[in-house]
């Protein structure tokens, strides 16, 4: 209820989208002539996706407390995203009594080759993984899908020692072979 003073309860999972929704009719919403004929209905209208996203970076700065952040950005798909969060951190940081630090670094991970998985991942770019002893991490993500990348980039993180992991996914897919990681924030089911 709006202007109570009760919290918002805890879904955990986001906004959801089943399987049957038909998305919002396009006349709703104003979009690139070249896009003309090729959609057919907008199915997370950016309204939603940032008002979400402003929702994550306040669970996230209250998950993670008054210390300073190490983001991690898997790209190419979570650059934007992630510059997005980064940002809503920054302005809540701004605004409370406490300072933090946020430092962004950025990976790509590769466990598929000409859409066959390797079998193991692969970690490129980034800074030294050793700098990360002792500090929060943030693992902000696109998409997670089967959630085996997802487990895999953190067993190789959580060999350092940082103090605390956190992963923030704009998407989690529902797959029928997935093992269940779930992230700690993400935008929605799809």
Known sequence: MAGSSEEAPDYGRGVVITDDWPGYDLNLFTYPQHYYGDLEYVLIPHGIVVDRT???????????????????CVLKGGYKFCADLVEHLKNISRNSDQFVSMKVDFIRLKSYKNDQSMGEMQIIGGNDLSTLAGKNVLIVED???????????????????????????????RRPRSDGFRPDSHMCDQ
């Open 143 to 173: 998409v997670v899908g089967t959630g085996r990348t997802m487990k895999a980039l953190l067993s190789s993180i959580e060999k350092y020692k940082p103090n605390m992991i956190k992963v923030a996914s704009l998407l989690v897919k």
């Open 54 to 72: 402003e929702r994550l970076a306040k669970d996230i700065m209250k998950d993670i407390g008054n210390c300073d952040i190490m983001v991690l």
